[in-house]
Nanobody, 123 residues
Framework: QVQLVESGGGLVQAGGSLRLSCAAS????????MGWFRQAPGKEREFVAA????????YYADSVKGRFTISRDNAENTVYLQMNSLKPEDTAVYYC????????????????WGQGTQVTVSS
């Protein structure tokens, strides 16, 4: 069983940047794909980005493409989400999760989730 802990969230002005981290413990995540999702109040959880086990393949939601970058450090058992040019509509709780299926953008294919970290972007 793996435990995932997100950090790095906070309050930032529109146009600013944040870097989220997802630290895994309990076992290595180096052989699995990982993803980031977010959930805003009153909305469903939505896909943000995903990365395969090696980091060679990355996937992004259209809404964040060109602004967010997902990366991983398998030696540190950690996944990152660099968020630039933040917009108020990026405000949400951000979750990292371990992929257990073939489809990267669907939350039902993720088995382990962190507790989330709040990102608030002010206008």
């Amino acid at each position: 069983q793996v435990q995932l802990v997100e950090s790095g969230g906070g309050l930032v002005q529109a146009g600013g940047s944040l870097r989220l981290s997802c630290a895994a413990s309990g076992r290595a995540i180096s052989s699995v794909a990982m993803g980031w999702f977010r959930q805003a109040p009153g909305k469903e959880r939505e896909f943000v980005a995903a990365i395969n086990w090696s980091g060679a393949n990355r996937y992004y939601a259209d809404s964040v493409k060109g602004r967010f970058t997902i990366s991983r450090d398998n030696a540190e058992n950690t996944v990152y989400l660099q968020m630039n040019s933040l917009k108020p509509e990026d405000t949400a709780v951000y979750y990292c999760a371990e992929n257990q299926g073939a489809l990267m953008a669907h939350p039902e294919f993720y088995g382990y989730w962190g507790q989330g970290t709040q990102v608030t972007v002010s206008s």
